[in-house]
C-alpha cells in the first residue's frame, strides 16, 4: 500500500476494508496459559484434598485451596505483562478479560458469604465457573470452550444431587473436561495455526 | 473514476482506509502494529496517519514503554462515523439503484 492516493474501485475497498477487519481477532495466545494454569491448579487442589479427607486424618484438607491465592497473583502477573507486551488490544480481547475477572470478584464473594459451609459451595463454584468459560468459547469461536462450559453447568448438579462420596470427585473431572481438554486443544490450535 | 467522487476522500485511498478499517475492530494498536498489517513503510503510514488525525477521525498518544517511544492509534467516535457512511455509500455504488443496500 504504497500509493496512498491510488484511486480504487468499489470492489477493491471492500477487498481491503474485509481484509483489514479479519485481521483483528481475539488474541488467543493468553487464553491457553490461563486455562492451563488454572486448571491443573484446581484439579491438584481439589484432588489433594479429595485424597487428604479420604486417606489421611488430616483436619482441614480444605487448607489446600489457599494455593489459589499465590495462582492469582501469577496469573494476574502473566496476563499485566503479556498485555503490556501486545500491540493491540481488540475489543474482544478487552471483553475475554473483563468476563474473567468479573468472575474472579464473584467468586470471592461467594467464598466470603458461603465461607461456613464450603462443602456445598463447588457446585456454586462450577456453577459461576461455567458462564466465562462458555461466554469465552463464543469470544474467541473455539467449540471445546464452549462444550466445557456446559459440562460445568452438568456437573454442578451431579455435584448438588451426588452423594458426599462422588461430590468431592466433581471438580477435578469438570478440571478436565472444562479447563484441561480445552486448554490444550487450543494451545494445539495456537501452535500449529500460528494465530 | 469520477463515479467516486462523492466518496469521502479521507477515506476513499488505499492506505487510509485500511488504517480506518483495521482500527475499527480494535480498542487501541501500535503503530508498529498497523505497519505489520497494512505492510505499509513508516514514513507513508506517518503521513497517512497524521491525514486521518487532522481530519479527527483518529486520536494518536503518544507514550513510552521501556524507554522506547510507542504511538498508540485509536478510532474517535467521528471516525466510526464517517467510516459507517463510507460502506453506505459503498453499499449504493456497488449496488446501484438500492440506495442504503
Known amino acids: ?195 | 473514476m469520477t463515479r467516486f467522487k462523492e466518496l469521502d476522500p479521507i477515506l476513499h485511498s488505499q492506505l487510509r482506509l485500511a488504517i480506518v478499517s483495521l482500527l475499527i475492530g480494535v480498542d487501541v494498536a501500535e503503530f508498529t502494529y498497523i505497519r505489520e498489517q497494512t505492510g505499509a513503510t513508516a514514513g507513508n503510514l506517518s503521513i497517512q496517519i497524521t491525514k486521518l488525525k487532522e481530519a479527527g477521525y483518529i486520536e494518536v498518544t503518544k507514550k513510552f514503554r521501556n524507554n522506547y517511544p510507542q504511538t498508540l492509534c485509536k478510532i474517535t467516535s467521528l471516525g466510526i462515523l464517517r467510516f459507517s457512511e463510507y460502506i453506505t455509500d459503498l453499499k449504493d455504488y456497488l449496488n446501484p439503484g438500492i440506495p442504503g443496500k
Open chain 1, 1 to 195: 500500500m504504497e500509493n496512498e492516493e491510488k484511486m480504487m474501485s468499489g470492489e477493491e475497498s471492500l477487498r481491503i476494508i474485509t481484509e483489514m477487519i479479519n485481521r483483528t481477532k481475539v488474541n488467543i495466545r493468553q487464553g491457553s496459559f490461563h486455562l492451563l494454569f488454572w486448571g491443573w491448579l484446581i484439579f491438584a487442589c481439589s484432588m489433594s484434598e479429595y485424597l487428604l479427607w479420604k486417606f489421611s486424618d488430616f483436619t482441614h484438607p480444605y487448607y489446600v485451596w489457599f494455593f489459589v491465592i499465590p495462582g492469582v497473583i501469577v496469573s494476574m502477573v502473566y496476563g499485566f505483562t503479556t498485555g503490556r507486551k501486545a500491540k493491540v488490544s481488540t475489543y474482544g480481547d478487552m471483553l475475554y478479560m473483563w468476563t474473567w475477572i468479573g468472575f474472579l470478584i464473584a467468586a470471592t464473594v461467594l467464598f466470603i458469604v458461603h465461607s461456613k459451609s464450603m462443602q456445598t459451595v463447588a457446585s456454586y463454584i462450577l456453577l459461576l465457573a461455567g458462564f466465562p468459560t462458555f461466554v469465552s468459547g463464543f469470544i474467541i469461536n473455539f467449540r471445546p470452550l464452549i462444550i466445557g462450559g456446559i459440562t460445568f453447568w452438568i456437573l454442578a448438579i451431579i455435584i448438588h444431587f451426588a452423594g458426599p462420596s462422588v461430590a468431592p470427585l466433581g471438580v477435578p473431572v469438570a478440571m478436565l473436561t472444562g479447563y484441561l481438554i480445552p486448554g490444550y486443544m487450543l494451545k494445539y490450535k495456537v501452535d500449529h495455526d500460528k494465530v
